[in-house]
């Protein structure tokens, strides 16, 4: 355990003390400004959300995996300013109340507004042929 917090919690004794988690409707005015925006969504639409964030600057979301949900992805959020995406863990999967086929996106509150405003430009019906990669018998 001690191993991977060391991996997931990038932060010195004293630097982060505690952390809100609620509603983003309800996290209004200077002392409630959100650091982290968390999204359950499903593979198809992160994909949209994620693709819209990078549509104009090219960058890349990187997602996390192999230890605690809580710990992983809100302190890498912090840390880096960069979004992330994760398919959760065992007891952050049940906490939220995940389907088995959910996925968590989170974004700094600062960053959100460009995958927003980028999905109306994204979400179109592409001309781009359809391939099966599997065959079902």
Known sequence: LRCSMAGTM??????????IV???SKMVGEALLPDVVLIICKPFQGQHIMRAY???NGEHIHGIAGGSTCEM???YVVKTGKPTFTLGDTGGNAGLS???????????YVKLETAVRNLPRICRTSSM???T???EK
Do not use: K, N, Y
């Not at 990038?10 to 952390?19: C, K, L, M, R, V």
């Not at 995940?98 to 700094?108: G, I, T």
């Open 54 to 56: 990078g549509f104009d």
């Open 10 to 19: 990038p932060f010195e004794d004293g630097e982060f003390a505690t952390q």
């Open 98 to 108: 995940f389907e088995p086929d959910d996925l968590l996106l989170a974004f700094p």
């Open 22 to 24: 609620g509603p983003l």
């Open 133 to 135: 990669i599997v065959r």
């Open 129 to 131: 042929h359809r391939h």
């Open 73 to 75: 992805v809100s302190s």
